[in-house]
Nanobody, 125 residues
Framework: VQLQASGGGLVQVGGSLRLSCAAS????????MGWFRQAPGKERELVAA???????YYADSVKGRFTISRDNAKNTVYLQMNSLKPEDAAVYYC????????????????????WGQGTLVTVSS
C-alpha cells in the first residue's frame, strides 16, 4: 500500500493550495481518508476526513476554509485549502482507514492503518 501526498509549498497569508494524495495497493473506496497535520512542537491533529460515501468531517479551526474531496475513479483524495493562515503551516499527512460503514468520526492517529509521507505547507505573512 502506498499513499503519495503532494501539493504542498510556500503560500502567502490568504492564499490557497490544493493537496492531493494518490493511493495504490488498496481498494480505495473501502477506505475512509483523512488529512492530518503536524506543526513543529505540536501533536499531529486531524484536519479533515471523508467517508466512503462522501460524508465529511472538519476540525473547527479549518471549517469554512478547507474542503476535502475524493475521486474514487482516480484513487485520490484532495484537500483544498483557502484563506490560509500562519497557523496552518505544518506538514500535512494523508491517511487511510478501512471501514465498513459511513461514519467519518475517526479522529485519532492510531485508528488509521496507512499513512503518506507528508507534504510541507509554509504560510508566509
Amino acid at each position: 500500500v502506498q499513499l503519495q501526498a503532494s501539493g504542498g509549498g510556500l503560500v502567502q497569508v490568504g492564499g490557497s493550495l490544493r493537496l492531493s494524495c494518490a493511493a495504490s495497493g488498496l481498494t480505495f473506496n473501502h477506505y475512509l481518508m483523512g488529512w492530518f497535520r503536524q506543526a513543529p512542537g505540536k501533536e499531529r491533529e486531524l484536519v479533515a476526513a471523508i467517508s466512503r460515501g462522501g460524508t465529511t468531517y472538519y476540525a473547527d479551526s479549518v471549517k469554512g476554509r478547507f474542503t476535502i474531496s475524493r475521486d474514487n475513479a482516480k484513487n485520490t483524495v484532495y484537500l483544498q485549502m483557502n484563506s490560509l493562515k500562519p497557523e496552518d503551516a505544518a506538514v500535512y499527512y494523508c491517511a487511510g482507514k478501512l471501514t465498513v460503514g459511513s461514519s467519518v468520526y475517526y479522529t485519532r492517529e492510531f485508528e488509521y492503518q496507512y499513512w503518506g509521507q507528508g507534504t510541507l505547507v509554509t504560510v508566509s505573512s
